[in-house]
């Protein structure tokens, strides 16, 4: 949908509100992460509206590359997914094959791959970015298919042991993550949950997780009713809930951020509630977009080369 120059007359919020904002769900620009929102039917309405009111308008951050590092893509047959995944692996520039280095693990989110995890950057940009004209610290950066269940087990597909027990040993023979070197977890999204809730259940691996816009709710009715698919059952709800076991990473490094119309803003501030003392929380303006999701990466990134590089 396109608006003309007079469409702040035509569409007006009572007008918006009054037509339950039916058509202007087009005008979420959301990228492909957003496919839940509009799917799922998560608030697409409260989404439009923001967007018009210009709740979502977030300045695009100036990014800089020190120059580019290797990238290696390919897949692998996967037990635990009971298929081929694709991955891709980026070590940072001036690092070659076999250099030991932290890792992060990059989860995706509903609807995008391993292709795609980023938002406007590709893993080998990512691990090259600059800031105030220094490299960030050496790390290297894995994403991989995990589907569409939220990276929590279901029968015949279980993207975390695909993570923890297939692709994080992949990666250790690659002298990534491999002790002394630190693994984080960072997410958008739905991987921003998953990034969060690998960090809960493996405390002993994951040092570090920066979740971006985390696809979160707090009940299963919620979750069932917006996305079917994303847990097996109840039980499987409850042991998943990153917000109940939000005590587990008391000892993780955690950054959390959110825009203050994202429409799972509500799920991130019981979640916000829970986290242990220190954790780094930016609550700012922005929706479940792109252009929010690309403002966070870099800050996220910095945060996870503290921690990782101690």
């Known amino acids: 949908m396109t608006l003309t120059s007079d469409a702040p007359k035509r569409w007006t919020r009572r007008r918006l509100l009054a037509t339950g904002l039916g058509g ?18 998560v608030v697409p309405g409260k989404q439009a509206l923001a967007e018009l ?3 979502c308008s977030v300045t695009a951050p100036l990014l800089r590359f020190t120059g580019t590092g ?10 635990a997914r009971h298929g081929e995944v694709g991955y891709t692996i980026a070590w940072p520039p001036g690092h070659p094959l076999g250099s030991p280095l932290p890792l992060i693990v990059m989860l995706h989110g509903y609807g995008a791959n391993h292709s795609n995890a980023l938002s406007g950057m590709t893993p080998v940009q990512a691990v090259a970015l600059e800031v105030y004209g220094r490299p960030l610290p050496p790390m290297a950066m894995v994403t991989v298919d995990g589907g569409g269940g939220y990276w929590n087990p279901h029968p015949g597909d279980d993207p975390m042991a695909m ?10 023979g690659l002298n990534l993550g491999r002790s002394p ?18 960090a809960e259940k493996y405390p002993e691996l994951i040092r570090a997780v920066a979740a971006i816009s985390p696809a ?4 299963y009715d919620q979750a069932r009713a917006a ?7 109840a039980s499987a709800f409850a042991s998943a809930d990153v917000v109940t076991h939000a005590a587990e990473l008391s000892g993780t490094a955690v950054r959390v951020a959110s825009g203050n119309d994202d429409p799972f803003h509500p799920g991130v501030l019981s979640l916000v509630e829970r986290l242990p003392r220190g954790a780094t929380v930016d609550l700012s ?3 479940h977009t792109d252009p929010f999701f690309l403002s966070q990466e870099l800050p996220s990134l910095v945060f996870l080369g503290l921690h990782l590089s101690l």
């Open 163 to 172: 993570v923890m027990s297939e692709l994080i040993p992949m990666c250790q």
């Open 70 to 79: 290797l990238s290696r893509s390919g897949s692998f047959y996967s037990a």
């Open 181 to 198: 070197m630190r693994i984080g977890t960072m997410g958008i999204s739905m991987g921003g949950y998953g990034a969060l809730l690998f």
């Open 53 to 55: 009111e210009g709740a």
């Open 216 to 219: 979160i709710w707090t009940t």
């Open 227 to 233: 996305n079917p698919g994303a847990y097996a059952s």
């Open 285 to 287: 303006k922005g929706c």
């Open 24 to 41: 202007v769900a087009a005008l979420v620009g959301a990228g492909v992460t957003g496919v839940e929102l509009i799917t799922h039917g």
